[in-house]
């Protein structure tokens, strides 16, 4: 079975730009979320999507944002971009049912680097 | 708030001795935990996790963890690290609301297995 895929690997934009970036996740896992990583806050989760839905949200700006298509692909955009959103994006998958703990299998990340 | 301290922020140690990263976590209702790994440019890969059950967990790799409700403790050990163990280790809790899932992640411990 193949793994979570994310795209692209690497992205330079400049400031004020706004980016999208994609994640793919395992086969028949029907929940998405998003996680940033930075040296400084760590892993902090952006938000989850199961079904379409966004089910739940960090505590994030509204510039960020994502969705999730019918076969479960996700998206997350980040608008009016500012250094400090230079970080690791992390999709991760999971056939999460809801109400109990699943495990959440990670994607290789994409790298963001805001100029 | 579902909240994860890892205690130590670098540890490092010789080949073939063994190892202990540890995780508190602050909860208090009931709690799913989790043992990432992370190698360089590499997204997270799960090694471990305690659902219920037995409090002795074994994970891949030759790790284990121990959960302790009455410390609220999850500790990682490997008897002997290898080289190929260096990386960042991530402890995690499941913090359930409305159905859906989210990973509370510790700032991380980066083992450093020197020869």
């Known amino acids: 079975k193949a793994g979570v895929t994310q795209t692209p690997r690497y992205l330079i934009k400049t400031r004020g730009q706004q980016v999208t970036l994609s994640c793919s996740p395992i086969s028949g896992h029907r929940s998405v979320s998003w996680y940033q990583q930075t040296p400084g806050q760590g892993l902090q989760f952006l938000f989850e999507y199961f079904s379409e839905t966004q089910r739940n949200k960090g505590n994030f700006p509204g510039r960020f944002s994502g969705r999730q298509f019918s076969n479960s692909r996700s998206e997350m955009n980040v608008s009016t971009l500012e250094l400090g959103d230079s970080a690791l994006y992390l999709c991760?998958?999971?056939?999460?049912?809801?109400?109990?703990?699943?495990?959440?299998?990670f994607g290789p990340g994409t790298r963001l680097t805001v100029t | 708030a579902q909240s994860v301290t890892q205690l130590d922020s670098q540890v490092p140690v010789f080949e073939e001795a063994p190892v202990e990263l540890r995780c508190n976590y602050s909860s208090s209702v009931s709690v799913y935990l989790f043992w990432y790994v992370q190698y360089p440019n590499q997204g997270l890969q799960l090694l471990l996790k305690y659902l219920s059950g037995s409090t002795l967990v074994k994970g891949i790799n030759g790790f284990e963890a121990e959960f302790n409700k009455s410390q609220t403790s999850f500790h990682l050990r490997k008897p002997s690290v290898h080289i190929s163990d260096t990386a960042e280790y991530f402890c995690a809790v499941s913090d359930i609301k409305g159905g859906s899932e989210k990973l509370v992640f510790g700032k991380g411990t980066k083992l450093t297995v020197n020869p």
């Open positions: 991760a998958s999971s056939p999460s049912h809801g109400g109990t703990a699943y495990e959440q299998y």
